[in-house]
């Protein structure tokens, strides 16, 4: 019976419920409030997707993630409401400023192997919090931006209204989760993966290591840097916290909960836990007493997160149905995507 | 000149807390091949326990220090035995980031307890030392006197006795150490309890001077990690070598360049190395 409800969710057709539901929700949720919670969800979510490209795909521990999330973000923030750009413009460039210095930071610190990488990082999401807080006359220091630009109707809708903004960042997760379906089932996608698997069994393979992990690395800040300036023009109001380290740390935690290296995964833990520590208000303060805890717990016993759990399980039932329905089970794809992903 | 000398002090102050800081990392380092990255909550633990024992048992300075330096040895030992070691055979993206799980953890335990306020630490030493108008505090020549006591005891216990020499042995080869039968787990927690120490003495020597608040270790872990890098990862003299020179090159830097960039200078160096060195600089460091 769980096995029949667990395949239900892994045809197309779970998929598609579920982005009813998203496109439903302003009109099932009780306020606005739940709306713009909902909408930070997703902001988040595109954000951790590009983690997932280089750190669940790639399997390079990127530190510095938080740090492209802000650059995106000061970017459109500095550019709309200094330079008297308006949205879309700011917008642009804030993708291809984090795609260039996605660049830059990959072409040197992705040299570096494990340790020294997710090190290397470390100090470059640091270095990119210092620069924001200290370099004053460009980003104000800690005073933070204000009065960045709302994204541009172009006289339809108006977008500083919540419902409106709400469907612009569902569009974009759509457009983040697409692409990253379409990767991980692509060619590149699977070049990532056996990265992951081991440098020196890639290289073996013929895979130039350090162009694709640069890609993977562009492609993560990229998303980074989207996300970041979708947040910008959300709350419009940025300051030196946006670099946090925390926030680096919040989006490894969604990711794990959710399930690293998979295509739901991300969302399920990002939006699932945006909405546990909202309804748990009192631990906003307090909360990495829980989540602290949890990331151990779940490396340790779970390391593939809700999604890949679910995986496996599935490929298990489907390998013990096997015998007696030769015919059913040949049907259901998991224990490829199961092995795939792992 | 004076002002010269008293960047030289300031050099060798910066130096020794970060050189501890670093031995505990890089000792961890060369047994576990793991990135500690809970190693600076272990350190904003050190000082917190030596605050309470201080502020609120009213202990003396002395008998605070090794109060807390017992208590975050077993916090050590206990990581080492509830996360590590469970993750012995995992890959190593889960080391670190059960690492991370425990620097949120510590961090939102101890801001639960004390909140997120800077505190003051008193010492018994707030002296000042005239040598013909070189000034030093008695408290920065404590931590410098502390630091070099504490590298030559811990020189000295990895060189003359048997169980220094297992961690030693087990540093430079796993298998060959397995093979003449070092018990791994014992040599990994002795490893945990002293980096753990290590880190709650340079808190205590560093606080007086400094301020307690849960967000004390970041800058610390981060230029201790910049540290070993530099120093070779798993080396001791290098975590020496290279305190010391991040050291220097802050005190130097915040005073004849800037000081609100002083703690950039560590990350500059850091990523300039490695863009020409990815190995680090002594990358086969002799243990």
Redesign the interface.
Known sequence: MLFKIGSLLMTPAARYGLLALAILFPFLASNEYQVYVMASAFVWAIAVYGLNII?GFC?Q?NLAHGGFFAIGAYTLGLLTADHGWSFWPAFLAALLMTAALGFLVGV??L??K???F???T???G??IY??ID?WEELTHGPIGVRDIAAPYGFGLVDFTETTPFYYLVLAFLVLAIWFMGRLSRSLLGRTFIAIRNGDELAESLGINLMRNKVLAFVLSTTYAGLAGALYAGMVRFIGPEEAN?THT?DM?TYL?VGGIGTITGPLLGTVGIVWITQSLQFLE?????I??????VL??FF?RGITGQFLSWMHHKAQAMQPRHKARASKVTAPQEARNNA | MNLFFQQIINGLTLGSIYGLVALGLTLVYGILHIPNFAHGALYMVGAFMSYFFMVDLGVHYWLAMAGSAAVVAILGVLCERLVFHPLRHSPPIHDKIAAIGILLFLEALVQMFWGSDFRRMSSPFTGIMNFDGLIIPEQRLLIIAGAFTLVFALQMFLRKTMTGATIIAMAQSREGAFLVGIDANRVAMMTFAISGALAAIAATLYAPINLVYPAMGHLVIMKAFVIIILGGMGSIPGAIAGGMIIGFAEAFGGFYISTAYKDIIAFGLLVLILSVRPQGLFAKGAH
């Not at chain 1, 303060?285 to 007493?289: C, F, S």
């Open positions: 750190t399997g521990l040197v610190s040299r570096l494990e340790h020294y997710a090190i290397f470390l100090c470059v640091f270095i210092l620069l200290k380290i740390f490894i794990l303060e307090y909360r990495m007493i989540f602290g805890p949890l990331l151990v490396v340790i390391p």
